[in-house]
């Protein structure tokens, strides 16, 4: 059945749609904007006409939320799990699997194929989304080519607290990638910005205006045409560690988006992530294994030795 909720303003000033997503948490502020522009929200008992609207103190806001649309649990394949226990659990994400439903990705994601484990903590939470919103205890994406590790919150507390390490850069992510060519030094710092492109808007850019963006990088092996680089993002842009490569002139092997020679997928693998834990404050560090079409093109050109004691 669909749920109505009331909340009243406490102070002047605060737009509508930045209220409400403060309070119906999980939900996205894209999302409540969509609700205001179908008609589901009122202000002290008037239709509110625009998600801009600059709340008064005493305003009564009221939200009539859709019944929640279960996400469907994928049964197209399953997801090697690293850890597990009731707050959180990684996995070591499979290329080829989106995160999250979005665009034209609505099925067999990794969230549907999660959500039998997800569903206990986040039924209740993520009423008033829909299929096509619900992002239950993600809070860091690998992109869809991308393999490694990932972890989903089991709570919405879980996901908070992951959430503000992740803002905070309490989180350290290890990347293993092949690249194009080899950098002249064992190791280096790229620094730049990076924004959508503006001619190819599918596309991320090294570009000005654009966010900061930082990666260190040190090359574990180097090949007559190419390398292996160990590569650590310190801030989370979209295809960061993508873009950031093939601006200086090493795009990921595979990565046909970013001029990268042709192949199946990037070959960019995230090897190891260390955070807190969301409830006990233990440090945990997960590794992902290297993946067979990595390990195999390392093999092919004689590096059958793969150095992962000197990553750990």
Do not use: C
């Amino acid at each position: 059945m669909p749920e109505n909720k009331t909340f009243r303003a406490e102070g002047g000033e605060d737009r509508l749609d930045k209220f409400l997503a403060g309070k119906l948490r999980p939900l996205t502020r894209t999302y409540v904007q969509k609700l205001i522009a179908g008609g589901h929200v009122s202000v002290n008992g008037g239709p509110a006409k625009t998600s801009r609207r600059r709340l008064e103190a005493g305003d009564e806001v009221s939200v009539l939320l859709p019944e929640f649309s279960a996400l469907p649990a994928s049964a197209a394949g399953s997801v090697p799990v690293l850890f597990e226990d009731g707050e959180i659990i990684v996995v070591d994400k499979p290329s080829g699997v989106v995160v999250h439903p979005a665009g034209p990705h609505q099925s067999d994601t990794l969230v549907q194929r999660l959500w039998p484990k997800l569903a206990a903590g986040w039924g209740e939470a993520l009423r008033g989304t829909s299929l096509h919103t619900a992002r239950p205890g993600v809070v860091h994406r690998l992109d869809k080519g991308t393999s490694g590790v990932l972890v989903i919150a089991k709570t919405p507390g879980a996901a908070e607290r992951l959430s503000r390490q992740f803002s905070e850069r309490g989180v350290e992510k290890t990347y293993l990638a092949l690249v194009r060519g080899s950098p002249k030094a064992a190791s280096g710092v790229v620094r730049s910005t990076v924004g959508r492109d503006r001619r190819r808007p599918s596309r991320m850019s090294v570009t000005d205006p654009g966010r900061p963006a930082i990666l260190e990088f040190k090359v574990l092996g180097r090949f007559p045409d190419d390398s292996l680089l160990e590569v650590r993002p310190l801030t989370g842009r979209t295809h960061q560690i993508r873009v950031q490569l093939a601006s200086v002139g090493h795009p990921v092997l595979g990565d046909s988006t970013y001029e990268g020679p042709p192949g199946d997928r990037p070959l960019l693998h995230a090897f190891r992530l260390a955070f807190d834990h969301p409830k006990t404050g233990r440090r945990m560090v997960v590794t992902a294994p290297l993946p067979a079409d990595m390990r195999e093109a390392l093999i092919s050109r004689k590096f059958d030795a793969f150095p992962l004691d000197k990553l750990k």
